[in-house]
């Protein structure tokens, strides 16, 4: 099992140092000149060639030519892109162009509201998903089965943003159960330890916090949870509906277990093995998802910031946060690679 | 003494959106204790769904036994609950099935599936009954038993699973076991050491076996007496000695004739059956094995044979023309 | 009794059913089936209607303002506040909404298959080639191909320290070679330090002309890429080198990576149709490659290899025919995506631009105005999203189960 994890982290570093690579090359491909978008178009031509020199703009992007032919082996590797690596391996994301905060510290604040809400959005699709497709699964070609496979696809087909404004418009404008907007109420304040709001509420049993978070993320979490929920749902239906056929099942059935034995013991577990991967990389579609809900909703994560970066061309906080939005959907989906083993032996041992 | 089993007008229907596919039409027969039933036929003869029948166990929809009765030990099982089904299933009759490969559960360990079993039926504690799942590995020969019982079902071969599921199938004494095919996945050399197996096995446990096959071959050496079906019914049915020297029906003649054989001239030609069996989806009137039988006649068409006793107790066959084939012979 | 022997059977009656084409019976699955019917039915609708408005019902959309009827409610009856028949009610700029709806309908379909038009060609070609060379040999023609190719690529970084175009031409050549005489000292260390040499040699000669250092870069450089031509590399290596780019652009959540492309690009429909195509290649690149892969090593592709037909032949005619099913079920309900992700651009104003009608962006248009009351303005072409994705939807799945060869009895 540990060789089986360690062969893994191996073979994701070289992706890692691709989507390094391709976040370098976006940035510095992004048409515009940063240092003349944040001076202004009357900026002079000095102090524009000045915040260059400052950013390393005028740094060549891998190589300097120039400085090799002039025998300057230390300048020919002295590129963006070199520097860039550099930085990020000490963490160093750089500072916005536009308001001079560190990437990181506002990372720190915009990652666990990112965070939060996508995992508790995985958490709904999950608990309601898996059961909606066992169900179907168990009662295949009856009007349940049919009912919440119709439902679910009704799921997948959802814009979220629109789904996300008809929800204000029911419950915050028109009801006025849940509030439309925001992580939480002016006024109510919690205790920050890992900024995830409702985790910290919880650790200081700050009652009043805790609703409070809980209410403002609801809308957001049922938003974004829809399409996975969906797909999550038809998924699990038809990998029940496949293990069911299988021999074993038989067997088991053959063995004097019961229904909910077969269904939830002998199916369920090599059922989860395609569901997990799904789960997996619904995590991408659920943080990148969150650029609209969060731009519907005004909630203070990365989705929204990175985007307003990249409208600004602001390359510190697309660079960081596009990073750590990569490296969190691969972190889940090498999580997901060690559960399938951890789920089906012939994985494991081989 | 009441048989052990006795099966009476068994029906079996599909329902697929093709039509009714008539998958078992009314079989009857018995076993006693302790017997060996061979029953043969081609794929597709409903022989494997006659025994998923008697287990209940047939795949609904589409899958319905429409009529019959199924006596076990005094008991009409097509009478029971599911509930009640439940306590016979892998208790009393026991089943094991044609490929081993895909048989048992990849995600469980061997050894937590026989326990699954063991301790459904029995009350046992879970370190008896991973005991006594080592004893019964080792009861069908698998060498270091105990340490086994630990391993996944893919770090076994094909052999040694087969003989893993007989294990699950013995495991709660069963009056009655169903082998569906249990060597048909199998290397022949395997085939052999499997038979040897469940020969033995009987022998010390003396329970009552159904092997079902489409290899008259291998059930020659075993069986006590064998049912040959086609098209979803029995029709032929004897003592073993009758079914292969007194062949009165045309079809059990043509899958006898599909054997090699080495006591006879060497340069003797194979026969075999000619065309393919009838859709069951749409059986004949008559008889359904008529289009493909060489003595067939009007009345073959038009009226279905009966499964009759001949020469005595031992001995039924469904043909109009068995006394003309007993004579030709 | 009448002596009847086996000889006299003649076989009658057989068991044989009403022949029927796979395609055909597909066909016939999927119209039995309520659920595709209603996609199709909804599919068609759209189809239809914003084609038919397209070409028969003229829409000006830059003259089309009229502040009078600002943001006013359905009607479908004229009134004295508004005179005209509105069934989806006006914009914040007085526009028919339905009008709107209808038209937009136009582009936004537009996006979705063009998008899904890019994502499958580039995608599939990339899945059926790495696909099938995964598993088969390369010839050695398409050998001295690849070879080449490798050494002109990797030459390149070397010719461009220089600014000699002429050393990437050396590499190549030398690429082919190593291709072409792939028996000479095979398997043994000398092949890799005679070719390290000569590509050593082709850069630091070459580098020489411009300066001691970028002669000593270019030497290491050059044998590092002779060290590589000389490898007996197969097919496997370049389809995996290709795949592992295809799991890069995977590892970017789909929007973000189309939004950044788009930013690159600037907005427009074309754009949003290139950025949300880019994004899908890898989804139909992985899906046709595990296609050709299952297949790839079945009889009949093998049958074709022993009696000699070419490789291109081989997938086109044998390969690409049996792995259509996931394909046509992945494009259909990539088309609904494809339409969902165009709205999102669009919402985010990323797509056409403005006056042109879009749903995405009639949304974004509008949503401002929701929290004074006017829910039309949002609701209905969010429907027109909901439902038209719905349809592809149903019908994909349809297709999936038509499709399905475990159903194939």
Redesign the interface.
């Known amino acids: 099992m540990s060789r089986y994890i360690i062969r893994r982290i191996f073979s994701v570093i070289?992706?890692l140092i691709?989507?390094t690579f391709?976040i370098f090359m976006?940035q510095r491909?992004?048409?515009g000149d940063p240092a003349v978008a944040m001076l202004g178009e009357h900026a002079t031509e000095e102090s524009v060639e000045r915040l260059r020199e400052q950013f390393g703009l005028n740094r060549p992007l891998f190589?300097d030519?120039e400085a090799?032919?002039?025998?300057?082996?230390n300048g020919?590797f002295d590129s963006q892109y070199v520097r860039y690596m550099k930085r990020l391996l000490v963490l160093d994301m750089g500072e916005s162009i536009h308001r001079r905060i560190p990437v990181l510290e506002t990372l720190k604040i915009r990652f666990p509201a990112t965070i939060e809400l996508a995992f508790f959005a995985m958490f709904i699709a999950i608990i309601i998903g898996i059961p909606i497709g066992i169900i179907s699964a168990a009662n295949r070609?009856t009007p349940i089965d049919?009912i919440s496979?119709?439902g679910s696809?009704?799921g997948?087909?959802?814009?979220i943003?629109?789904?996300g404004?008809?929800e204000?418009?029911l419950f915050a404008?028109m009801l006025q159960w849940l509030p439309?907007g925001g992580r939480i109420s002016v006024g109510v304040e919690i205790e920050s330890i890992t900024n995830l709001y409702l985790v910290d509420s919880i650790l200081t049993a700050n009652w009043v916090g805790f609703k409070d978070a809980s209410q403002h993320i609801i809308l957001p979490a049922i938003a974004l949870a829809t399409i996975p929920m969906g797909i999550i749902a038809r998924m699990t239906r038809s990998s029940m509906l496949d293990v069911l056929q299988?021999?074993?099942i038989?067997?088991?059935?053959?063995?004097?277990?019961?229904?909910s034995l077969v269904l939830f013991r002998?199916a369920l577990?090599?059922a989860s093995l395609p569901v997990v991967t799904i789960v997996g990389l619904q995590m991408?579609?659920l943080?990148?998802?969150a650029?609209?809900t969060e731009?519907?909703f005004s909630w203070p994560g990365i989705?929204r910031w990175?985007?307003d970066g990249?409208?600004g061309r602001d390359y510190p906080i697309?660079q960081g946060g596009?990073l750590v939005?990569?490296f969190v959907?691969?972190g889940v989906?090498f999580f997901v690679d060690i559960m399938y083993a951890f789920?089906?032996?012939?994985i494991r041992?081989n | 003494m009441t048989p052990l089993l006795e099966i009476k007008n068994l029906k079996t229907r599909f329902f697929t959106s093709e039509g009714v596919v008539k998958a078992v039409n009314n079989v009857s027969y018995s076993m006693e204790s302790g017997e060996i039933l061979g029953v043969v036929g081609e794929s597709g003869c409903g022989k494997s769904v006659h025994a998923l029948s008697i287990?209940q166990?047939v795949q609904d929809?589409p899958g319905k036994i429409t009529n019959g009765e199924v006596w076990l030990d005094g008991k009409d099982l097509l009478t029971f609950s599911?509930?009640e089904m439940?306590?016979?299933?892998?208790?009393d009759v026991?089943?094991i099935?044609?490929?081993p490969m895909?048989?048992?559960?990849?995600?469980?360990t061997v050894g937590f599936q026989i326990v699954?079993?063991l301790r459904?039926?029995n009350d046992m504690t879970k370190a008896e009954a991973r005991e006594r799942a080592g004893e019964l590995l080792a009861l069908v020969g698998i060498p270091g038993a105990e340490q086994r019982l630990d391993d996944?079902p893919?770090?076994f071969s094909g052999g040694m699973r087969q003989r893993a599921?007989i294990a699950?199938g013995l495991s709660c004494e069963p009056k009655l076991l169903i082998a569906d095919e249990p060597t048909t996945a199998l290397d022949v050399t395997i085939q052999a050491q499997i038979v040897d197996l469940v020969k033995k096995l009987q022998d010390d446990l003396g329970m009552a076996i159904m092997w079902i096959t489409h290899d008259l071959g291998v059930i020659a050496e075993m069986a006590d007496r064998i049912n040959v079906m086609y098209a979803g019914a029995i029709i032929e049915s004897g003592n073993v000695r009758n079914i292969y020297k007194k062949t009165r029906h045309p079809y059990t003649m043509g899958l006898l004739g599909s054997l090699p054989r080495l006591d006879e001239d060497p340069g003797a030609e194979l026969l075999s059956v000619p065309g393919l069996p009838p859709d069951l989806l749409a059986l004949p009137k008559g008889c359904a094995f008529a289009a493909r039988c060489g003595y067939r006649t009007e009345k073959c068409l038009e009226e279905k044979p009966p499964l009759e006793e001949i020469d005595g107790r031992e001995h039924a066959v469904a043909c109009w023309h068995w006394e003309e084939i007993a004579g030709s012979k | 009794m009448a002596e009847i022997t086996p000889e006299e059977i003649t076989v009658t009656d057989f068991a044989v059913r009403e022949h029927r084409s796979l395609w055909v019976d597909a066909w016939r699955r999927l119209i039995s089936s309520n659920?595709a019917r209603l996609g199709m039915f909804i599919v068609a609708f759209f189809l239809l209607s914003t084609t038919f408005a397209h070409f028969f019902w003229e829409y000006e959309p830059k003259k089309d303002l009229n502040y009078s009827l600002k943001l006013k409610p359905p009607t479908l009856i004229p009134n004295e506040e508004v005179p005209s028949v509105h069934p989806f009610g006006t914009d914040k700029l007085g526009r028919d909404i339905f009008r709107r709806v209808v038209h937009g309908g136009w582009n936004s379909l537009r996006v979705g298959i063009v998008a899904v038009s890019i994502s499958l060609f580039f995608g599939g070609l990339t899945g059926l080639f790495t696909g099938f060379y995964e598993n088969i040999d390369t010839t050695h023609i398409e050998k001295l191909f690849l070879f080449g190719l490798t050494g002109l690529v990797l030459g390149s970084l070397s010719a461009?320290?220089?600014?000699q175009p002429i050393q990437a031409i050396f590499f190549a050549i030398l690429g082919v070679i190593a291709a072409y005489f792939k028996d000479f000292q095979k398997g043994k260390a000398l092949r890799m330090v005679v070719f390290a040499i000569a590509g050593a040699l082709i850069g630091a000669i070459l580098g020489a002309f411009?300066?001691?250092?970028?002669a000593?870069?270019s030497l290491i450089w050059g044998a590092i890429t002779g060290a590589l031509l000389s490898r007996p590399l197969e097919g496997k290596f370049f389809s995996n080198v290709m795949m592992?780019?295809m799991?890069?652009?995977l590892?970017?959540?789909?929007?973000?990576l189309a939004?950044?492309i788009v930013?690159?690009l600037?907005p427009g429909l074309e754009k949003g149709m290139i950025a949300i195509g880019v994004v899908g290649i890898p989804v139909y690149a992985r899906l046709t490659r595990s296609a050709v892969l299952s297949v790839s090593q079945k009889e009949y592709i093998l049958a074709a290899q022993s009696v000699g037909e070419g490789h291109g032949r081989i997938i086109f005619r044998h390969i690409t025919p049996n792995i259509l099913s996931p394909i046509i079920v992945q494009t259909t309900m990539g088309l609904?995506g494809a339409i969902?992700s165009a709205?999102?651009l669009g919402?985010?104003g990323l797509g056409a631009i403005p006056p042109e009608p879009e749903w995405?962006s009639m949304?974004g248009d509008s949503?401002r105005y929701?929290?004074s009351?006017a829910?039309w303005a949002?609701?209905f072409?969010?429907l027109a999203?909901?439902f038209s994705?719905?349809g592809f939807?149903?019908l994909g799945?349809g297709l999936r189960d038509a499709l399905d060869p475990k159903l194939r009895t």
């Open positions: 070289p992706t691709g989507v391709v976006f491909l992004i048409p190589l030519r090799l032919a002039e025998g300057d082996i020919f070609n049919s496979m119709v696809l009704v997948v087909s959802m814009p943003f629109w789904l404004l008809m204000i418009m404008v439309a299988e021999d074993y038989r067997t088991a059935k053959a063995k004097g277990l019961g229904h002998h577990k090599n991408g579609t943080l990148a998802g650029v609209l731009t519907i989705g990175v985007y990249i409208l697309v596009t939005i990569a959907f691969i989906n789920l089906d032996p012939r041992y | 287990m166990l929809p599911e509930k439940k306590k016979i299933r892998g208790s026991a089943m099935f044609q490929d895909t048989s048992l559960n990849p995600v469980f699954e079993a459904l039926h996944y893919h770090q599921m699950m | 659920t461009w320290i220089a600014a411009v300066s001691s250092a970028v000593l870069i592992r780019l799991d890069i652009i590892s970017f959540p789909g929007y973000l939004i950044a930013a690159f600037g609904a969902l709205a999102a919402f985010l995405g949304l949503y929701l929290t009351g829910w949002v609701l072409p969010g999203i909901m994705v719905l939807n149903l799945d």
